[in-house]
């Protein structure tokens, strides 16, 4: 409902301390090239370690995130399911993979953008096609372009 944001200018932390940044939304999160505004992680999995632990966020210690959920008979029995192979699941690592692996399911599935692009034609109708002819003739497309209309590169700010 609010495209996968918390739709506050910036987001509220721990001791309802406010982010210094505009949060992105989660949505198609998992295909972009790296993740921050600053892109300073390469994936979600990475990702996920930041937010727990920043001061103005969670503000946890990953041994207080690991006590946590050994505390919760639930999550050990889960996480002994989700990674059988190992002998102690519940990591940090392994916390950061569920999130990832949840926000790798927080899609925007099949829009009429994505069949377009799949070669449905019909998917979109003749207003839209000229908007996307005046996207791609004014130069949008060379930034916005793939199933998440961008996210794959870095750009400066006020030369487009
Ligand atoms: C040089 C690369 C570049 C070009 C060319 C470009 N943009 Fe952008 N655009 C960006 C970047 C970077 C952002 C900021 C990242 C973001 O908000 O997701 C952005 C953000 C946006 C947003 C806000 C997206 C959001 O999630 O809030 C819109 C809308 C947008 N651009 C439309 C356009 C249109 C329309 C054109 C063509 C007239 C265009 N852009 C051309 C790079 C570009």
Redo the contacts with the bound molecule.
């Keep these: 409902m609010l495209g996968g944001t918390d739709n506050v200018e910036t987001s509220i932390g721990h001791g309802w301390q406010k982010g210094p940044r505009n949060a992105p939304t989660v949505l198609d999160a998992v295909y972009h090239t790296a993740q921050f505004w600053g892109g300073r992680t390469k994936d979600l999995m990475e990702q996920a370690k930041g937010p727990i632990q920043a001061s103005v966020e969670k503000n946890y210690t990953p041994e207080r995130v690991m006590a946590t959920l050994k505390s919760i008979p639930k999550y050990v029995e889960m996480s002994k399911k989700a990674f059988p192979k190992e002998k102690d699941p519940i990591t940090f690592d392994n916390v950061a993979k569920a999130i990832l692996a949840f926000e790798a399911t927080l899609l925007i599935p099949n829009s009429r953008f994505d069949k377009f692009l799949k070669g449905d034609t019909k998917a979109f109708n003749k207003e839209e096609k000229e908007g996307l002819k005046l996207?791609i003739e004014?130069?949008?497309a060379?930034?916005?372009s793939g199933i998440t209309l961008?996210?794959h590169m870095y750009?400066p700010f006020g030369?487009?």
Aim: glycine share 24%.
């Design positions: 996207f004014k130069g949008c060379s930034c916005h961008g996210g750009a030369l487009t």
